[in-house]
C-alpha cells in the first residue's frame, strides 16, 4: 500500500466540524419537531406523541453519531500532502479516497474563512482545476497562505491553460 | 485577400450611433481603446503597416437583416394564424350567424398588426445588423454587439478552442453560415457566435483565428510534439467517395447565393490527410446507429408482450396456467395466424422507423469529410444542414473509439476526439447533440483501419501505449455480483414482479370467494409475470454475458505521456489520452473492496461540460499504487522545485 499523506488538519477542525452539524441538526429537528408539538398541544393524541419521540430519538442519535462517533474518525482518515509539484489529499471512511492533483492543472486556488472557523483562526483552501475542485477545510492561516502560493506559481509555469 | 469589409467609421462603441450611419466613409484604424489615435488623423501613419489592418471593423453579410427578419417573421405568421383562427371560430360560434364585416375587421386589424410588427423586426435587424462588427485585433478578437446595450466580447486568440461553422439549409442556399469560436472559459462557458458570414468569409476568419493562435502560441512552439514527419509519410486514405458526395458537389458547385467562392481564399496549408466514407460505410453507419438498437429491444418486448397477450386473452377463463393454453393453442392454425398478423404488423413499423431514422442519419454524415491541416483537424458534415467543425491538435483532450453493440458484433466503430464543450452555443437541440459527442472524426470504420485513420489525422496519438494492465482475477466476481444483482435490471425487474405477483395471488386466496371472474383475472396477472419474467431472464443473460466480457477485456495501460483506458462488455470503449490532460485522478476503494485487495481508478479529464470522469473498476491495488505514482508529476516537468514544509 502507498504511504498515506504526511499532515493532518488543524485539530480544532473537530470542534468546526461539531458546531457546524450540530447547527444543521438542530435546525432540521426544529423544523421537523416544531409543527407536530404545536398539533400536540392543539390536540393531544397517542400518535402524535409517538411522533415527537421518534424524532427526538433521531435526534439525539445523530448528535452522538456526528458530534461523538464521526469527528475524530474523519479527523484521523483526512490527510494530506504538499509535495513539490502536486497535492495528495486521502479522505473518506467508509469511501476511501486518494487524489493527485498536479499542479500544473490549477486553474486557481482560494482560502476561505467562514465565521466558525475564522473564530478557530482556522482557513479552508480551494484548489481548483478544470474538471473540479477540492476544498481541504481546515488548516491554520499560515499553511494556507503557503498552500495557495505554491499552487499559484506553479499554475504559472504550465505551459497552457487546458 | 480579406472579404467584404463593413466600413463605418466608428471610433468608439459610444461614437457608433452618431457615426454608423455613413457606410461611404473611407475604412479607418480605430481601436476602442485608444479612441484619441483613431481620431487624430492617424490613418496614413498607420495603414502602411500590417498591424493596422487587423483593427477594420468587419461587418456580417446583408443577409443577416433579412434572412433573420424572415426567420422572425415566420414565427409571428404562426402565431397570428392561430390567434386569429380561435377568435375566428369565437365570433362565428357566438353569433350565430356569418358576420362578413366583423370578420374582415378583424382580419385587417390583425394583418395591419402583423405589417407594423414586421416593420419593427426589419428596423430591429437593420439597427442590429448596423451594429454588429467583429475586429481582429493585435492579441484578441473581438465581437461588438447590440443597439442600445453595447456588448463587446473579446478573445484571445491563444484561448481559441474550436471553430465550428454552421448552416441550416436556407442559410445554405444563400451561402451564408454562423461561426461559433470556443474559448472553455469558465462556468457559464459560452461560444462565441458571429452570425451570417459568407462562405468566403468564414472560411477566411477561421483560418485566420488560427494563424493568429499559433503566432500567440510561437514562444512555446519548441515544446508541442512535432509531427511534421509523420504527416508527410502519411498516404492519402480512402479518397473514393459515395453516393451523397454528388449532393455534396452539388453544393459546392451552387454553393449559395452569396457564397462569393472566388473571394474564397487559399488556405494557407494544403491538408495532410483527408478521407470521406464508401457508400458501405455511409449506410451501414446510418443502419447501425443506436436507433437499431433500442428498436430491437421494442421489437422484441412487444412481440413476446403481444403474444402473451393474445394467449390469456383468447382463453381468459381457462382455469389452466395461460401459459399452458398458450403452448397448446399455438398449434391451433387460425391463432397461429393472429399472432403472424400482430408480429407482422409490428416488424413493419419498426422497419419503417429503422429506415426512416437510418437515413436521416445517412444525411447529416452526407459529404462527410475529415482533413488534417496543419494543427487543426477539421470535419465537415451534412447534407442539408452543413456543419464544419475544427479544432486545434493542442485542444483534443482525448481519442475515443466506440463500439456499440451492433458495430461490435460486426467489428465496426465510431471514432470521435472529445474536446470541451459549450453549454449552450444556440438554443437549437441540434447544435447541443452535435456538442455532446465532440468530434465525429469517423463515424464508422472496421477496426482494423483505426491505427490507420488516427496515425493520419492524429499523428500525436501514434505513441499511445499498446496492451493492457487487466483488472484483478477478483474484478469477475465482483463484475458479475454488481452488474446481474445491484445494478441488474433483469434481476430487479424479477424482484418487482414477484412481489407484486404474490400480493395479487394472496389477496385472492384470503377472499376465498372466486368467481370465474377473478380466477380468470389470476390467470392473467400471472400469464403476464410469466412473460416478465422471460424478459428479466433475458436481460439477466446478457447482463452476465456483458460482465464477464467486461472483466476479460478491460483494463488501461500508460506510457511516459499517454494513458489509455479500455472498457469492454456487450459495447465497447476505449479512450486514449495525453498525460497533461488529465486534471487529476484518484482511486476510490469500498470496503468490499478492500477485502478483495482492489481499487477503482477514476481519471478527470476537462473534455465535454465540466470535465469527464473515466473511471476503471477493481485493478489490483499495486496497479492502482503504480498508476497514481506514475499520475504524480515528474521533477522534470517542474523547473522550481522547492521543496515545502
Redesign the interface.
Known amino acids: 500500500?502507498?504511504e498515506l499523506p504526511s499532515?493532518q488538519l488543524d485539530p480544532r477542525i473537530k470542534s468546526v466540524w461539531r458546531i457546524n452539524d450540530a447547527i444543521w441538526i438542530v435546525i432540521s429537528f426544529l423544523c421537523c419537531f416544531v409543527p407536530f408539538a404545536i398539533v400536540a398541544a392543539v390536540e393531544p393524541a397517542s400518535w402524535v406523541f409517538m411522533v415527537l419521540a421518534v424524532e427526538a430519538i433521531v435526534f439525539l442519535a445523530l448528535l452522538v453519531i456526528f458530534l461523538i462517533v464521526l469527528p475524530p474518525i474523519r479527523y484521523m482518515r483526512w490527510r494530506y500532502q504538499?509535495?513539490?509539484?502536486?497535492l495528495d489529499i486521502a479522505k473518506?471512511i467508509?469511501?476511501?479516497?486518494?487524489?493527485?492533483?498536479?499542479?500544473?492543472?490549477v486553474q486557481n486556488t482560494d482560502t476561505r474563512q467562514g465565521p466558525i472557523l475564522r473564530a478557530f483562526g482556522l482557513s479552508s483552501v480551494t484548489v481548483a482545476?478544470?474538471?473540479?475542485e477540492?476544498e481541504i477545510p481546515g488548516i491554520n492561516t499560515e499553511h494556507a497562505e503557503?498552500l495557495r502560493d505554491?499552487a499559484a506559481?506553479?499554475a504559472r509555469?504550465a505551459?497552457?491553460?487546458? | 485577400m480579406q472579404p467584404t469589409t463593413e466600413t463605418p467609421n466608428m471610433n468608439t462603441p459610444e461614437a457608433a450611433n452618431e457615426t454608423a450611419v455613413t457606410p461611404d466613409a473611407p475604412v479607418t484604424a480605430a481601436t476602442p481603446a485608444a479612441p484619441a489615435a483613431a481620431a487624430t488623423p492617424a490613418v496614413s501613419a498607420t495603414a502602411a503597416t500590417p498591424a493596422s489592418s487587423e483593427l477594420q471593423h468587419y461587418g456580417v453579410h446583408h443577409s443577416y437583416i433579412w434572412l433573420g427578419t424572415i426567420r422572425s417573421t415566420l414565427a409571428i405568421l404562426f402565431v397570428l394564424i392561430i390567434s386569429m383562427f380561435s377568435s375566428l371560430i369565437s365570433i362565428i360560434e357566438d353569433g350565430g350567424v356569418f358576420e362578413l364585416a366583423t370578420m374582415g375587421a378583424i382580419v385587417g386589424g390583425i394583418g395591419l398588426l402583423f405589417l407594423l410588427l414586421v416593420g419593427v423586426i426589419v428596423l430591429v435587424h437593420f439597427l442590429a445588423y448596423k451594429r454588429l462588427y467583429f475586429t481582429l485585433g493585435p492579441n484578441e478578437f473581438s465581437l461588438y454587439s447590440g443597439i442600445i446595450t453595447k456588448k463587446r466580447v473579446h478573445v484571445p486568440y491563444d484561448r481559441v478552442q474550436s471553430v465550428d461553422a454552421r448552416a441550416s439549409l436556407i442559410q445554405r442556399l444563400f451561402g451564408v453560415r454562423n461561426v461559433f469560436i470556443d474559448t472553455a472559459g469558465g462556468a457559464a462557458n459560452k461560444a462565441v457566435t458571429v452570425p451570417y458570414l459568407t462562405k468566403a468569409q468564414a472560411e477566411w476568419l477561421t483560418s485566420e483565428l488560427y494563424a493568429r493562435k499559433r503566432q500567440a502560441l510561437q514562444p512555446q512552439a519548441a515544446q508541442v510534439p512535432s509531427a511534421a514527419g509523420a504527416v508527410s509519410a502519411a498516404p492519402v486514405y480512402n479518397q473514393q467517395g459515395n453516393v451523397l458526395d454528388v449532393g455534396k458537389q452539388a453544393w459546392d458547385e451552387i454553393g449559395g447565393v452569396f457564397a462569393d467562392e472566388s473571394q474564397v481564399p487559399q488556405v494557407e496549408m494544403r491538408p495532410s490527410f483527408q478521407y470521406g466514407l464508401t457508400n458501405k460505410q455511409l449506410f451501414l453507419a446510418g443502419l447501425s446507429n443506436n436507433t437499431s438498437f433500442v428498436l430491437l429491444i421494442i421489437g422484441f418486448i412487444s412481440i413476446i408482450s403481444q403474444i402473451v397477450g393474445l394467449a390469456s386473452q383468447i382463453f381468459p377463463s381457462q382455469t389452466d396456467m395461460a401459459i399452458n393454453s398458450f403452448t397448446s393453442q399455438v398449434v391451433n392454425p387460425m391463432f397461429g395466424f393472429g399472432i403472424a398478423i400482430s408480429i407482422a404488423g409490428i416488424v413493419g413499423f419498426l422497419v419503417v422507423i429503422w429506415i426512416i431514422a437510418a437515413a436521416g442519419q445517412c444525411i447529416s454524415f452526407g459529404g462527410f469529410r475529415a482533413r488534417r491541416i496543419g494543427d487543426r483537424v477539421e470535419v465537415e458534415r451534412g447534407l442539408l444542414q452543413h456543419t464544419r467543425q475544427s479544432i486545434s491538435i493542442q485542444r483534443v483532450q482525448a481519442v475515443v473509439v466506440k463500439q456499440s453493440v451492433i458495430r461490435r458484433l460486426i467489428g465496426y466503430c465510431e471514432v470521435s476526439l472529445d474536446k470541451i464543450d459549450t453549454n449552450s452555443a444556440d438554443d437549437t437541440s441540434q447544435n447541443s447533440s452535435l456538442n455532446t459527442h465532440g468530434v465525429v472524426i469517423h463515424p464508422f470504420c472496421k477496426l482494423s483501419d483505426v491505427p490507420g485513420i488516427l496515425q493520419g489525422i492524429v499523428p500525436e496519438y501514434a505513441a499511445v501505449p499498446q496492451g493492457r494492465t487487466p483488472v484483478a482475477p477478483v474484478a469477475l466476481r465482483r463484475a458479475i455480483i454488481r452488474r446481474c444483482i445491484w445494478q441488474g435490471g433483469g434481476f430487479w425487474l424479477a424482484v418487482c414482479t414477484a412481489i407484486v405477483q404474490i400480493a395479487i395471488n394472496l389477496s385472492f386466496v384470503s377472499g376465498a370467494a372466486s368467481s370465474s371472474d377473478d380466477i380468470a383475472f389470476l390467470n392473467f396477472t400471472n400469464a403476464i409475470a410469466i412473460g416478465l419474467y422471460v424478459i428479466a431472464a433475458v436481460v439477466f443473460v446478457l447482463e452476465a454475458i456483458s460482465a464477464v466480457k467486461w472483466a476479460r477485456e478491460s483494463g488501461f495501460a500508460v506510457n511516459e505521456r499517454f494513458m489509455k483506458m479500455i472498457n469492454g462488455g456487450l459495447s465497447r470503449e476505449e479512450r486514449s489520452f495525453p498525460r497533461n490532460k488529465i486534471q487529476y485522478g484518484f482511486t476510490k476503494t469500498n470496503p468490499f473492496q478492500r477485502i478483495s485487495n482492489v481499487a477503482t481508478i477514476n481519471v478527470r479529464t476537462a473534455a465535454g461540460v465540466g470535465g469527464t470522469s473515466v473511471d476503471m473498476k477493481d485493478v489490483a491495488c499495486e496497479d492502482a499504487d503504480d498508476w497514481l505514482n506514475w499520475l504524480q508529476p515528474h521533477p522534470s516537468q517542474v523547473q522550481s522545485a522547492q521543496p515545502l514544509q
Do not use: C
Not at chain 1, 82 to 86: G, I
Not at chain 1, 129 to 132: I, L, P, S, V
Not at chain 1, 159 to 162: K, T
Open positions: 500500500m502507498r499532515s504538499l509535495n513539490d509539484d502536486f473518506g467508509v469511501w476511501r479516497k486518494r487524489y493527485v492533483i498536479p499542479f500544473i492543472r482545476t478544470a474538471a473540479g477540492h503557503q505554491r506559481e506553479l509555469i505551459r497552457e491553460d487546458v
